[in-house]
């Protein structure tokens, strides 16, 4: 016995027949259905439910010549500190009925710029990337494609393309006034790999400061908590004592406080630690994490409008610096060393 065919999905044409109307009707009815008649859209609209129609995304991108995709490329969503972001650009852009397809990088700027081709050989009609530092085929696939383009993370009006986000400089040294405030002066900064990341590059060059009192000892480390750890045996080997240290991330801060933690070192009667980002669980370790409050949700969201009305209407949108905020908790407190000093 010859086995049972399954049923062949329903189609375009399928719809058409069943409602009595052209292809083109149909095409209508899902993509303009406001130009069409009550009568007719009703019509086909029953068709549609009848058979069990879906469009797929690609024949909707032949009949309209669009895809309502837009791609964003990040370096990871192994954390909180790109998958926050996310989120919220995609279901902005739901409002705006398009979909997000997210390419990761790892920080390689050769591999950011083959994602961004395979976003586009796939129809995104738009990207959204972080910071201002890319390789020149980036920039090349960019402007040949006309394709819009915005930054999030990093604020410079003067670049190229619309940037959205903040002022990293600024949040890095609003971290390094609070640990100054409390009278920290021997500070161990930690940061991520600044190599291809002009985010971290503005951090750092954030918490410098010319004042003779004051002894920063820079920390490189991995952007994770594993990074973080790593940080405080790095810092057991210099021949000062630390009385703060900053993380210009808090995904590292996490693993400075439990490293510190193990090591029997109590945070804040001992040393202070400071991180920056206030990601979801910064509020609720122990203790809390004193932190720079960066707007990575609104950011997102900002973001993704303006690239989906960019797209839509062509209206390019404007720079937009977001405000940071200090958040003290539990984590700093006033250095045990400056009663000495005294």
Same mark, same amino acid.
């Given at each position: &016995?010859?086995?049972?065919?399954?049923?062949?999905?329903?189609?375009?044409?399928?719809? *058409?027949?069943? $409602?009595?109307?052209?292809?083109?009707?149909?095409?209508?009815?899902?993509?303009?259905?406001?130009?069409?008649?009550?009568?007719?859209?009703?019509?086909? =609209?029953? *068709?549609?439910?009848?058979?069990? @129609?879906?469009?797929?995304?690609?024949?909707?991108?032949?009949?309209?010549?669009?895809?309502?995709?837009?791609?964003?490329?990040?370096?990871?969503?192994?954390?909180?500190? @790109?998958?926050?972001?996310?989120?919220?650009?995609?279901?902005? /852009?739901?409002?705006?009925? @398009?979909?997000?397809?997210?390419?990761?990088?790892?920080?390689?700027?050769?591999?950011?710029? !083959?994602?961004?081709?395979?976003?586009?050989?796939?129809? *995104?009609?738009?990207?959204?990337?972080?910071?201002?530092?890319?390789?020149?085929?980036?920039?090349?696939?960019? =402007?040949?494609?006309?394709?819009? $383009?915005?930054?999030?993370?990093?604020?410079?009006?003067? @670049?190229?393309?619309?940037?959205?986000?903040?002022? +990293?400089?600024?949040?890095?040294?609003?971290? &390094?006034?609070?640990?100054?405030?409390?009278?920290?002066?021997?500070?161990?900064? #930690?940061?991520?790999?600044?190599?291809?990341?002009?985010?971290? %590059?503005?951090?750092?060059?954030?918490?410098?400061?010319?004042?003779?009192?004051?002894? /920063?000892?820079?920390?490189?480390?991995?952007?994770?908590? $594993?990074?973080?750890?790593?940080? #405080?045996?790095?810092?057991?080997?210099?021949?000062?004592?630390?009385?703060?240290? /900053?993380?210009?991330?808090?995904?590292?801060?996490?693993?400075?406080?439990?490293?510190?933690? %193990? %090591?029997?070192?109590?945070?804040?009667?001992? #040393?202070?630690?400071?991180?920056?980002?206030?990601?979801?669980?910064?509020?609720?370790?122990?203790?809390?994490?004193?932190?720079?409050?960066?707007?990575?949700?609104? &950011?997102?969201?900002?973001? *993704?409008?303006?690239?989906?009305?960019?797209?839509?209407?062509?209206?390019?949108?404007?720079?937009?610096?977001?405000? +940071?905020?200090? &958040?003290?908790?539990?984590?700093?407190?006033?250095?045990?060393? !400056?009663?000495? %000093?005294?």
């Amino acid at each position: &016995m010859a086995p049972k065919r399954e049923k062949k999905r329903a189609n375009l044409r399928d719809v *058409a027949r069943v $409602a009595e109307v052209s292809v083109a009707t149909v095409s209508r009815v899902l993509n303009s259905p406001d130009v069409v008649q009550k009568e007719t859209r009703e019509r086909v =609209e029953k *068709a549609i439910s009848e058979l069990g @129609f879906h469009p797929s995304a690609a024949a909707r991108a032949i009949n309209s010549g669009r895809t309502k995709i837009i791609g964003a490329l990040v370096p990871t969503l192994d954390s909180d500190i @790109f998958a926050l972001t996310i989120e919220a650009v995609e279901n902005r /852009l739901e409002d705006f009925g @398009f979909s997000l397809v997210v390419a990761t990088t790892g920080e390689d700027p050769d591999k950011e710029a !083959k994602r961004a081709k395979e976003l586009l050989d796939i129809g *995104a009609e738009g990207l959204i990337m972080p910071g201002t530092t890319h390789c020149d085929a980036l920039y090349d696939l960019i =402007e040949r494609t006309r394709v819009p $383009a915005v930054v999030i993370s990093y604020y410079d009006p003067a @670049f190229r393309y619309p940037t959205i986000g903040y002022d +990293n400089r600024e949040a890095a040294a609003l971290a &390094m006034s609070h640990l100054l405030e409390l009278g920290h002066r021997n500070i161990a900064v #930690v940061h991520g790999p600044a190599q291809n990341n002009d985010r971290t %590059r503005a951090r750092v060059a954030g918490v410098a400061t010319d004042r003779a009192d004051v002894q /920063l000892t820079f920390l490189e480390t991995d952007l994770t908590i $594993a990074g973080g750890t790593d940080a #405080v045996k790095q810092a057991s080997g210099e021949s000062r004592v630390f009385d703060a240290f /900053l993380c210009v991330s808090d995904v590292q801060a996490f693993g400075v406080l439990f490293e510190l933690q %193990r %090591r029997g070192i109590a945070v804040p009667d001992d #040393v202070s630690v400071m991180g920056l980002h206030d990601l979801p669980g910064s509020s609720s370790t122990f203790p809390s994490l004193s932190t720079i409050r960066l707007p990575a949700q609104k &950011m997102g969201r900002l973001a *993704a409008e303006g690239l989906a009305k960019w797209v839509e209407s062509g209206t390019r949108p404007s720079p937009a610096c977001l405000p +940071n905020a200090l &958040m003290v908790r539990e984590s700093t407190a006033p250095s045990r060393l !400056k009663a000495k %000093r005294k």
